[in-house]
């Protein structure tokens, strides 16, 4: 059975939100076992603020798309 070769290739958008969170709790990790980030209360605040961020990030991609 021959393939379809001039069908167009489907690409995904970006999920925004998964991406910077992804992002964020990598980095935050990395700072826990460095040692860099100890304070707890720290912690907290720049998880709060960081998926804050992402979630501002993720609704102005989704106006712009138009969706």
Do not use: C, N, Q, Y
């Amino acid at each position: 059975m021959p393939r379809e070769v001039d069908r167009p290739r489907s690409l995904h958008r970006t999920d925004w939100m998964a991406l910077l969170s992804g992002l964020l709790f990598v980095v935050l990790g990395i700072l826990v076992l460095t040692g860099e980030l100890s304070d707890s209360v720290t912690l907290g605040a720049l998880v709060v603020v960081g998926l804050g961020f992402a979630g501002v990030v993720a609704i102005i991609a989704r106006v712009v798309r138009g969706k």
